[in-house]
């Protein structure tokens, strides 16, 4: 049984995405408006050859033939234009991100294996290298009020966990800081947004995992990875769970822009929700008995396995009624993704690793031999 605290204090919310947009034609303008509570309007001319009854209408500003400036809210990107279309894209434009879901969770998994392998290989040198550190420390003078030495005292105080996301925390602030940039902002939209009617399609799959423009979403999303970093990595070990975490960026992604197809309604998306929660249904799946709190009201406790039925439900629902303040379908593929592979995802792929590190144990062994044999 991997060791875990009483009880987490998890913020129990989904996250808000920046999902589909509804179309609205107006008498002569098309509106469209994102999300309910942080949307953005835009209006671009409309497109069509129907003759209309002139009727009185209020002088159209200058800035609307090319589009108008879009509103700004804290929750959601500047988008400075909308494309419309008069028929859905085809599901043609879900072959490129199918091979790239496929291609990236495989070259995720086989990389984490091959740095388990060298994470081991390389264990017994460190630990020599570890204790003759400590019998320096010991030999050298000790500084009072060292900040360096208060940093490592600090880091080693952390689980394996904590230090495992602190990376992929470190990366996420680093994205919301560029986000800040005025400059930055076609970038970031065109390759830091997931949107299958987007003409880049591929990288954001993945960018877009790391990708928060509002600090309340940002902060809601580390906190509830940072709470459940040390179960998930005790459960996994350091290496599996960034495989899972970054497959489960994408595959969310790719579920995500399936359900805006099929259903035609469009829009950028950004977040680790889906990530995230590929990770909470994990630990829920492995530890449904666990006590879980929301951190605004930790009087009131739950079970893991009732907190991932209930969270599963209101994604569903969401998915199903057309909700548009979050992205269910990311939501609804991370967490099903995370229930499959502990149950079985992890024994077809982990455990079948072997074959893959017997062939890069043996051409490391080739390489050193070669090396080996030049020096002589």
């Not at 360096?148 to 800081?177: D, H, P, Y």
């Amino acid at each position: 049984m991997w060791p875990i605290s009483s009880t987490w204090r998890l913020l129990l919310t989904g996250v808000p995405e920046i999902s589909s947009s509804t179309w609205c034609l107006g008498s002569d303008r098309a509106v469209c408006t994102g999300p309910a509570a942080a949307g953005f309007t835009l209006y671009t001319q409309q497109r069509n050859g129907f003759k209309r009854v002139p009727q009185k209408t209020e002088p159209r500003k200058p800035d609307q033939e090319t589009g108008s400036k879009p509103y700004k809210s804290s929750l959601s990107p500047p988008i400075q234009e909308t494309v419309f279309y008069t028929s859905s894209p085809s599901l043609k434009r879900l072959v490129k991100p199918f091979f790239f879901t496929i291609g990236f969770t495989g070259c995720a998994f086989g990389s984490a294996a091959i740095w388990q392998y060298e994470y081991l290989k390389s264990r017994v040198q460190s630990y020599f290298d570890e204790a003759r550190a400590d019998w320096m420390d010991k030999l050298r003078p000790q500084k009072n009020g060292d900040f360096r030495k208060q940093v490592n005292k600090w880091w080693n105080s952390l689980s394996e966990g904590q230090r495992t996301v602190t990376g992929i925390i470190a990366a996420n602030v680093f994205v919301f800081c560029l986000w800040r940039i005025p400059s930055m902002q076609r970038t970031m939209i065109t390759y830091f947004t997931s949107n299958p009617a987007s003409r880049v399609l591929c990288s954001p799959m993945l960018l877009s995992t790391f990708s928060h423009f509002s600090l309340f979403h940002m902060a809601a999303n580390m906190y509830v990875l940072w709470s459940f970093s040390s179960s998930i990595v005790s459960l996994l070990g350091r290496e599996q769970f960034m495989a899972v975490y970054l497959s489960a960026g994408v595959i969310s992604t790719f579920v995500s822009y399936v359900s805006k197809v099929t259903t035609g309604r469009f829009g950028p998306s950004l977040g680790a929700s889906g990530a995230i929660m590929t990770i909470l249904a994990a630990v829920c799946t492995k530890m449904p008995e666990a006590k879980l709190a929301i951190i605004l009201l930790p009087m009131f406790t739950f079970t893991a396995g009732n907190a991932l039925k209930a969270i599963i439900a209101m994604d569903t629902a969401g998915l199903v009624l057309g909700w548009k303040f979050f992205d269910h379908a990311a939501h609804l593929g991370g967490a099903l993704f995370g229930i499959w592979y502990v149950t079985y995802g992890h024994e077809l792929i982990w455990k079948n690793r072997e074959p893959l590190v017997k062939a890069w144990h043996e051409m490391r062994s080739k390489s050193r031999g070669k090396g080996g044999g030049g020096s002589h």
